[in-house]
């Protein structure tokens, strides 16, 4: 079945230092990828998507490429801010059955200091 | 911007007692979806419902759950007699249609907690 790994954290950086959190997918289908953010007390929010092979997503500074022949979805930003600390969730959607789902990873949480 | 609101944020209950769980989708979203979070774990698909009826379900959806849209703007996830072990984090999702390049918005969560 479709599974996603992702990195385990907690992952803690100082303001203004990249970021890296790897993801990678095993998915039977053509998924579209998706980073979801949950800051502290609230839901998962939609950061960023890609749909296909080469796709970029981008939002708020983090981007992510959609990597057919790694299988991966690795979340960047070239510079961190204290709002950033979040947990931060990949995820693939596919066809299973007769509707979508969402696949989660486990989460990595992300705390950056000032 | 329009969102999915879920009711109550936390809801303590007895083993054994029955728990409705309440969430508003987006006005005009037609896919529905509930997903849990054991504290620590992953995000872990329950069901999808489209059309009044279950589309898909997970095998933790077992015969202890249900889920309904009484009323054509409430989605509910109603579990009839709890154990320890339903204790999470109950999420509500909607999408506008279905496909899989549709993001689906999430409410902010309803915590369970089973005594």
């Known amino acids: 079945g479709n599974s996603v790994t992702q990195m385990e954290g907690p992952v803690t950086l100082s303001e203004e230092a990249f970021l890296t959190i790897n993801c990678t997918y095993t998915?039977?289908?053509?998924?579209?990828l998706f980073w979801y953010v949950q800051y502290p007390g609230e839901g998962l929010q939609l950061l960023l998507k890609a749909t296909k092979a080469d796709d970029k997503g981008s939002n708020k500074g983090f981007e992510a490429t959609y990597r057919k022949e790694t299988t991966s979805f690795h979340l960047e930003k070239g510079s961190v801010q204290v709002s950033d600390s979040a947990v931060y969730f990949c995820a693939l959607s596919d066809l299973v059955g007769s509707n979508y789902k969402l696949t989660f990873g486990k989460g990595t949480l992300l705390t950056v200091n000032p | 911007e329009p969102e999915v609101t879920q009711t109550p944020s936390h809801q303590v209950t007895q083993m054994g007692q029955e728990v409705i769980l309440r969430c508003v989708p987006i006005s005009n979203h037609l896919y529905f979806y509930w997903y849990r979070q054991i504290l620590g774990q992953k995000v872990e698909f329950l069901v999808s419902f489209y059309n009044n009826e279950i589309s898909e379900k997970s095998e933790i959806f077992d015969d202890q759950f249900s889920v309904e849209r009484p009323d054509g703007s409430n989605f509910t996830l109603k579990i009839r007699s709890t154990k320890l072990e339903d204790s999470a984090m109950y999420f509500c999702?909607?999408?506008?249609?279905?496909?899989?390049?549709?993001?689906?918005?999430f409410g902010d969560g309803t915590r369970l907690s089973i005594l």
């Open positions: 999702a909607s999408t506008r249609t279905g496909g899989t390049n549709q993001p689906q918005h």
């Open positions: 998915a039977t289908g053509y998924p579209s």
